[in-house]
């Protein structure tokens, strides 16, 4: 690599040591990005390609993955230091791209950057938000929602040359396609993440300070933000928009390239195969019919080509969470595309007379955009063994008896390169010098294991963790002017808000230390309590949620005889970012979702690898790390999910019999005492007392009482610093079996089956 001072030099004709962090950055981002687009793509020696569809793509800021995946990341840095400057300073002028949301467009990020450094042939398809979900920022203790104006300044979007036109009931639109680059660890070919916009968005049509706009106005609006919300009918429609435009968009560019290439499209599956992350990409299947239908492919031969196609990945076990669509909808924006899935459901009907849960339109006139894929694709898989495991055995138990050979499970992983050797570089030096640099390749860490007794290395881990912890504390200055002890236990919960997920378990925990604080019960060590996520903007209780730690974390900070022992963080717009800081100073990794309703996670991963231990449910991949680490190396608690569906079955779960019992009852009552009630919103809290009482419908009252058990024996056994981080060595050795690389190695050979 050519030194960064000659690029400065050329740039602003300044040695390195005398150049602004906002002009190294400026050197760094174009010096990255021309190495990158000059790479070849997979596509120049591979015929077949995969096309990835995902509403999301939550990639994170780019310039240091980039430098790690083009393997200039420790000259650039060292050279840096040398010169006084400092990478991360620096990166603070990048703009996060605001693509996704959770865990699903983290994973696609992921799973993008594995593929490509597998050699796999392989583009993500999505579209190309101007604010992504929204900026979240906290006034009042309540959460108020902002554009996130990522496209601001330097951009990673490369423009693309194609565009295609798009045709919905009362009008056509052409898009505008942007690129990019997605490089692979020591691999010199890229990939793309494809994404398709709209010239004749206007962002002036949102209403001052919000994400308000006209939902009617298309082709002004149709990529302004992710997520539009849809409880309105505008609102429904808009989503329907925004999905065939990115099915429309992709498919297009499938039989274009596929056409490139020379295939006659009878022969379309020598050339290209679909997965669909989710089913907001569903609506590919009846498009992807239509083009070919076009292009002189008859009916019958459509729905066999694209069934050797489309392959889905289900990311939920909720049943109201699979996405249906009124067919009023369809035929008022997308009457071709309803008109195809009129005779898919009448195929099937034929097909399969005596099973009517599996047809595609129900009783109601809905479209069961899950039952699309599950029919018309040749494989589904769940993101972990107990979440497929449910599949097969409840949600989809009609489809896995028809269907046996088409369920798969492919658990979630995450990519070390930015979660490990990115944003904890300590310790990822460490572990070279401990098992040397293999891992960096393999994600096999097991050799690390041999140290779980030696001193030095559980001194040293514990060391890192300080460190990182001390960096956390700098952040929050920075972002947030919030200040916490570096000393104290950091116990982290960083997911979207959602019942099921259950914060609000984690908040009366705090409550119950609050009142042991209170009643004089001092800890051996300070904690600090630090939640991330956003919630959706028309989820009332998860809005609630969020007032309730917020107007707690004000009650504690005001409060001298607590705050010195306990603290209440929540990060403003917690974003991947936030992440980078708050995984690697975690201590306790909290995944306490209602056991059967998490999928899989991959938070718990990222925490795991970076020395965090779980405290959680036996849920979603939780079931696997404990069964690589051993029951004694993870904090499990509550019901299990057999347990928990029996409970739903049959009806026999009653938040109230739960609160009246003398442990639960003064904890729920204390969010609308007179403290809280003092420095909160009443008819939020009220409400939320109200829904914990009377509903409770993800079960939180089931387990508060285990949890706050296993979660105080966990807060004990963290002074034991010899036993505690014997643990945390565990986890990390065990954790490489959660590499992204093995996720995408998985998916290759049981579904995808390239260079095979």
């Known amino acids: 690599m050519t030194s960064l001072e000659a690029y400065t030099k050329t740039r602003f004709r300044k040695k390195v040591s005398d150049c602004s962090d906002r002009e190294i950055y400026d050197v760094l981002f174009n010096m990255v990005k021309e190495k990158s687009h000059n790479l ?49 300073a620096i990166e603070s002028y990048e703009n996060e791209p605001s693509l996704g949301n959770g865990g699903l467009g983290r994973l696609a990020a992921c799973l993008l950057d594995s593929m490509t450094k597998l050699g796999i042939n392989a583009d993500g398809i999505g579209l190309n938000y101007h604010f992504g979900l929204f900026r979240q920022k906290f006034i009042n203790n309540q959460q108020v929602s902002l554009p996130d104006q990522w496209l601001e300044g330097q951009s990673w979007l490369n423009a693309g040359e194609l565009r295609f036109d798009v045709p919905f009931k009362d009008f056509t639109l052409k898009s505008t396609l942007y690129e990019i680059d997605i490089l692979g660890y020591q691999q010199n070919t890229r990939n793309r993440l494809r994404l398709f916009d709209l010239d004749s968005v206007e962002s002036d049509i949102i209403k001052e300070n919000s994400i308000d706009f006209d939902k009617t106005d ?16 505008e609102g429904r429609l808009l989503r329907v928009y925004q999905q065939y435009f990115m099915v429309s968009n992709g498919a297009q560019l499938i039989i274009h390239e596929a056409k490139q290439k020379g295939s006659n499209l009878h022969d379309l599956m020598d050339y290209a195969l679909i997965h669909i992350n989710d089913t907001h990409p569903a609506f590919v299947i009846p498009e992807l019919m239509r083009l070919l239908m076009i292009e002189g492919v008859d009916f019958s031969e459509s729905i066999n080509i694209v069934t050797q196609i489309v392959a889905f990945t289900n990311h939920t076990i909720l049943t109201e969470a699979l996405e249906t669509w009124p067919m009023s909808d369809l035929d008022q924006v997308i009457p071709e595309i309803a008109q195809i899935i009129r005779q898919l459901h009448n195929y099937i009907c034929q097909k399969y007379p005596a ?74 030096s460490f572990l070279d010098v401990k098992i040397g640099t293999d891992w960096k390749d393999t994600a096999d860490l097991s050799n690390f294991l041999a140290y779980k007794d030696e001193a030095r290395t559980r001194n040293k881990l514990r060391a890192i963790k300080f460190l990182n912890k001390v960096k956390l504390k700098r952040y929050l200055m920075e972002i947030m002017d919030i200040t916490i002890d570096e000393h104290s236990i950091m116990d982290v919960q960083i997911k979207r808000i959602h019942e099921y997920k259950r914060q609000q378990l984690n908040a009366l925990w705090v409550i119950h230390k609050y009142l042991e604080i209170k009643a004089g019960n001092i800890p051996a060590t300070p904690i600090t309590v630090l939640f991330g996520g956003k919630a959706a903007p028309a989820y009332t209780i998860a809005q609630d949620i969020i007032h309730l730690i917020l107007t707690l974390s004000q009650l504690i900070r005001l409060d001298d005889e607590v705050s010195p022992h306990l603290k209440v963080v929540m990060i403003e717009n917690y974003n991947v970012t936030s992440a980078s800081y708050l995984i690697p100073a975690a201590d306790i990794s909290e995944q306490i979702s209602l056991a059967s309703k998490e999928a899989s996670g991959t938070g718990n991963m990222k925490l795991m690898v970076n020395g965090a231990l779980t405290l959680g449910t036996s849920d979603g991949a939780n079931v696997e790390i404990a069964d690589l680490v051993g029951s004694e190396n993870i904090y499990l608690f509550g019901k299990h999910s ?30 609308v005492s007179h403290g809280m009630m003092y420095f909160g919103n009443a008819e939020r809290l009220e409400r939320l007392h109200h829904e914990l009482i009377h509903k409770d419908y993800f079960m939180t009252l089931l387990d508060l009482e285990d949890y706050i058990k296993v979660k105080e024996q966990m807060l004990s056994d963290y002074e034991d610093f010899e036993s505690w981080y014997s643990k945390t060595i565990v986890n990390i050795s065990k954790s490489g079996f959660f590499s992204s690389d093995r996720t995408v190695a998985d998916y290759n050979r049981e579904i995808w089956k390239l260079n095979h």
């Not at 990341?73 to 040398?82: F, G, P």
């Not at 599949?391 to 070390?416: A, Q, R, V, W």
């Not at 057999?642 to 019992?661: G, P, R, S, T």
Request: aromatic fraction near 12%; charged fraction near 20%; avoid cysteine.
């Open 642 to 671: 057999q347990d928990v569906i029996e409970l739903y079955n049959k009806n026999a779960y009653h938040a109230e019999d739960y609160y009246q019992k003398e442990n639960i009852r003064p904890l729920v009552d204390f969010i």
């Open 355 to 428: 099973s009517p849960s599996t047809w595609i339109i129900d009783d109601y006139d809905q479209v069961h955009m899950a039952h699309l894929a599950l029919h018309f694709g040749y494989s589904v898989n769940g993101v972990a063994q107990l979440h497929t495991d449910i599949l097969k055995n409840t949600t989809l138990s009609d489809f896995y008896e028809i269907y046996p050979n088409k369920f798969h499970n492919i658990t979630n992983g995450i990519t070390f390169r930015r979660w490990l050797m990115d944003i904890n570089q300590s310790l990822a």
């Open 218 to 233: 298309i082709k002004r609006n149709l990529t302004l933000f992710l997520y539009p919300d849809d409880s309105t009918h």
């Open 40 to 88: 070849p793509t997979n596509d120049h020696d591979q015929q077949k390609k995969l096309y990835y569809f995902s509403a999301e793509f939550l990639i994170g800021k780019l310039l240091s993955n980039n430098l790690l995946n083009l393997g200039i990341h420790k000259q650039t840095r060292d050279e840096l230091i040398a010169n006084g400057k400092d990478l991360m």
